[in-house]
């Protein structure tokens, strides 16, 4: 799988948990580092950091993508619009929580979330 890291840089343990949640290896994390400058339309500056991805458009659409998405709720509700436009379904997501108790703080892979599972079912309720 290829992990599109909206985020923090993630740990080798929280690696190993994606791992044997999705039950696939990790075999490349793009680091997508997440800046925005709030004066500009933040559509072009999440354009502008994906270009980093040099994926083909049948690479988008067929490789094994995972996310793990960018806190700020704008910017994550841009990067899943756009690579639905550029994969044609939603990606599987991240969830990580806190690890209770641990100093300094440290976050672990709670869930990965089908988002495209979810559409799906959801549309039952449309009619």
Excluded: C
């Amino acid at each position: 799988m290829i992990l599109l890291n909206f985020s923090h840089p993630l740990t080798p343990e929280q690696r190993e948990q994606i791992e044997f949640l999705t039950k696939n290896p990790l075999e490349q994390v793009i680091a997508l580092p997440i800046h925005f400058d709030h004066e500009q339309p933040f559509l072009l500056q999440l354009r502008e950091i994906l270009k980093a991805v040099t994926f083909t458009p049948q690479e988008w659409q067929t490789a094994p993508i995972i996310v793990n998405l960018p806190s700020y709720n704008y910017i994550a509700a841009l990067v899943l619009a756009e690579l639905h436009g550029r994969m044609g379904y939603f990606p599987p997501i991240l969830r990580l929580k806190p690890v209770e108790g641990a100093i300094p703080p440290r976050f672990e892979v709670a869930e990965v979330i089908n988002l495209q599972a979810v559409r799906d079912e959801a549309r039952q309720f449309r009619f």
